[in-house]
């Protein structure tokens, strides 16, 4: 069902990466990756530079970054990290190039559920999934005999009664940062209450019923959060976790594992995980299915894209998953399913749907990250901060010709 599911669909770091598992051969084109920071990431890019010549940069923000940077001519990256949505853009303007001759010739370690296609065409690898699920503290949920949330009202209530316990800093913690990171709250909440974005012509019908439920539950969150959330991505929100300064989180499953990371955390056998809590009684996990994985730039030669794709290939071989097994999701071979990823698992199987990617969301989802503070700041209503989301995303898309 996982693979059926998802078949269906900061702070910047240049430098070299060091590393652990040896490459099994010596690299001799200088080769640079653009994509996310965390720590799968970290893991891929660490492997790969132990083949020589290459350099990552490792940034929450590569999606903002990625569109002009593949569009040099050069290319100013040979390798990008994408996923979902971010694959659309980039695949759209033409710049990343098919795979299935490179897969061919260095992909013998790939399992078919890696291959991305499009058009019958690979146009990407994925190396792992993620989704956004349940962690928490079951120390303190245990010691306070509160039951393991199944809906976002029970997470409001052990949120209060872990608060009146004085417990932790704050009962709760939210990947809210304005920008991206809101947007994406929002998207999973508002189709938890089974919202739908657009109309038949593409244009955007959030500002609803369901959008301003979704928006209100978002508010109620925040209200047990710490006071900046609106500058907390998913870096803080581990952070605090292994600080022991909050309880309960609904954070990406590739965190997980660094909470358990005994060097730097504070909560070593103290985490539990579960499927992300639904947005009402029945309803789904409100949640979505991600993939990440690797891609390779269009305006490069054909010899440097060659020596890109063998090196992305160095950074996601078995070997690597043997060593980081528990940083991610894997979808690599030699892969062995830990604690820290049941929630991901239980949030795909109890319906969780993959994230809608598409051009039109992108530009919505970017519209949601502008606006939606207004509301939680108390600046807007939850209506006039969804019209402020539809007026900007109709501007963006007729500029796109979605829309009319």
Excluded at 204 to 221: C, Q, R, S, Y
Excluded at 268 to 275: D, E, F, Q, S, W
Excluded at 345 to 362: I, N, R, V, W
Excluded at 384 to 401: C, H, N, P, R
Aim: with cysteine; net charge negative.
């Amino acid at each position: 069902m996982m693979r059926k599911i998802l078949l269906a669909a900061g702070i910047s770091l240049l430098a070299t990466v060091s590393a652990h598992a040896a490459c099994s051969y010596k690299n001799e084109v200088p080769l640079k990756s653009l994509s996310a920071g965390f720590e799968a990431w970290k893991a891929v890019s660490s492997t790969m530079a132990e083949c020589g010549n290459y350099r990552a940069e490792l940034d929450q923000n590569f999606a903002q970054k990625q569109m002009a940077a593949f569009s040099a001519n050069p290319a100013l990256y040979q390798i990008g990290g994408v996923a979902n949505e971010t694959l659309v853009p980039v695949l759209q303007e033409g710049l990343i190039r098919p795979l299935d001759e490179l897969v061919a010739k260095y992909g013998q370690n790939l399992n078919e559920n890696q291959l991305i296609k499009v058009d019958g065409k690979i146009v990407a690898v994925a190396m792992m999934v993620n989704a956004q699920h349940l962690v928490f503290r079951k120390d303190i949920l245990e010691s306070l005999a509160i039951s393991v949330p199944k809906t976002y009202d029970d997470v409001l209530a052990a949120a209060k009664k872990i608060k009146d316990a004085k417990a932790v800093q704050y009962p709760l913690g939210g990947t809210f940062k304005t920008g991206y990171d809101l947007g994406e709250e929002f998207v999973n909440m508002y189709l938890g209450f089974g919202g739908e974005f657009f109309d038949s012509h593409n244009v955007a019908t959030v500002n609803n019923e369901k959008g301003v439920k979704a928006l209100n539950m978002l508010k109620a969150l925040s209200q047990y959060m710490d006071p900046e959330f609106l500058v907390s991505d998913s870096t803080y929100v581990q952070q605090q976790f292994q600080q022991g300064k909050i309880a309960i989180a609904n954070l990406w499953a590739s965190r997980a594992g660094a909470l358990e990371n005994a060097s730097e955390s504070k909560v070593v056998g103290k985490i539990g995980v579960a499927a992300a809590p639904a947005a009402f009684v029945g309803g789904k996990p409100a949640t979505t299915i991600w993939w990440d994985g690797i891609t390779i730039a269009s305006h490069i030669p054909d010899e440097q894209a060659d020596a890109a794709f063998r090196l992305a290939m160095e950074g996601i071989k078995p070997e690597m998953v043997k060593e980081h097994n528990d940083a991610a999701v894997w979808l690599i071979k030699g892969y062995q399913p830990t604690p820290v990823s049941k929630g991901a698992f239980d949030s795909a199987e109890q319906g969780a749907p993959p994230y809608p990617a598409s051009t039109a969301l992108g530009i919505l989802h970017t519209a949601l990250g502008n606006h939606l503070g207004d509301f939680l700041t108390g600046r807007k209503s939850a209506e006039d901060a969804l019209s402020d989301v539809e007026a900007e995303y109709k501007t963006a898309a007729k500029e796109k010709g979605l829309i009319k």
